[in-house]
């Protein structure tokens, strides 16, 4: 379910298929399609169903004010779609599906080849998609409820894992292969001992002394640009 605009924009974007749209206000549409995705003009909305407030705010538990939701087809998966030429993140059992949107949108935008989270949380859950703004589209991502990391091979293929963790080496741009799979634990534990110790290598981000953890999702941010800007 894409709820809001910026969602329903990207999947567009990047190519989803759209099985089915609903707008309260078709003009506000429009507008906002004009000022914020010139690209997509006659394209997004085109074949939106026009429905009254009252049947618009019962589609969501909280009805986008953009006034637009959409379904759309989850894209299929293969391991091999991710790229070599870039990092891969994986998040161990995330807390929220709303770090994930965001853990999501960063990485779409610094370029990672993909994301894959384990845990009880869907990524592709609606708040989710709200927080990546739609971006779940912009790159492959994965979801293994229950990883076994004999799995984990599958997604390898050839990469180096490196977990991020705080008895790790300090963050340095030669610490993080174009190709590695990096590993985010959650804000509280971090990373399972399992995990930990499967891991070819570890890093930290450096911090100030008190600081004792950074939210996921700008924990993510950090070691990506790192990489990309190294």
């Known amino acids: 379910m894409l709820e809001g605009f910026?969602?329903?924009?990207?999947?567009?974007?990047?190519?989803?298929?759209?099985?089915?749209?609903?707008?309260?206000?078709?003009?506000?549409?429009?507008?906002?399609t004009g000022s914020l995705a010139p690209d997509l003009a006659g394209i997004l909305g085109a074949g939106a169903v026009?429905?009254?407030?009252?049947?618009?705010?019962?589609?969501?538990?909280?009805?986008?004010?953009?006034?637009?939701?959409?379904?759309?087809k989850r894209p299929v998966l293969n391991p091999g779609s991710f790229s070599l030429s870039a990092p891969l993140a994986l998040l161990e059992n995330p807390r929220s599906h709303g770090n994930i949107g965001a853990a999501v949108r960063v990485a779409a935008a610094a370029g990672a080849a993909?994301?894959?989270?384990?845990?009880?949380?869907?990524?592709?859950?609606?708040?989710?998609?709200?927080?990546?703004?739609g971006l779940h589209f912009a790159l492959p991502v994965a979801w293994?409820?229950?990883?076994?990391?004999?799995?984990?091979?599958?997604y390898m293929a050839g990469?180096?894992?490196?977990?991020?963790?705080?008895?790790?080496?300090?963050?340095?741009?030669?610490?993080?292969p174009d190709g590695a799979i990096l590993a985010f634990g959650t804000e509280r534990d971090g990373l399972t001992?399992?995990?930990?110790?499967?891991?070819h290598t570890r890093i930290a981000i450096p911090m100030e002394p008190g600081v004792s953890s950074l939210n996921l999702a700008t924990a993510v941010a950090v070691v990506l640009y790192a990489w990309r800007l190294g």
């Open 193 to 199: 001992r399992e995990l930990l110790a499967a891991a």
């Open 159 to 176: 990469r180096k894992l490196v977990a991020v963790d705080p008895e790790g080496e300090q963050l340095d741009r030669k610490g993080i």
């Open 144 to 154: 293994l409820p229950e990883i076994d990391l004999d799995e984990l091979p599958t």
């Open 114 to 133: 993909g994301l894959v989270t384990t845990g009880e949380h869907d990524p592709w859950h609606p708040s989710a998609l709200v927080g990546s703004a």
């Open 6 to 32: 910026h969602p329903f924009k990207h999947a567009l974007r990047f190519g989803a298929t759209i099985l089915e749209s609903v707008t309260r206000d078709p003009e506000r549409l429009n507008d906002l």
């Open 50 to 72: 026009s429905v009254p407030d009252s049947v618009f705010r019962q589609l969501s538990p909280v009805p986008p004010s953009t006034g637009i939701i959409a379904l759309a």
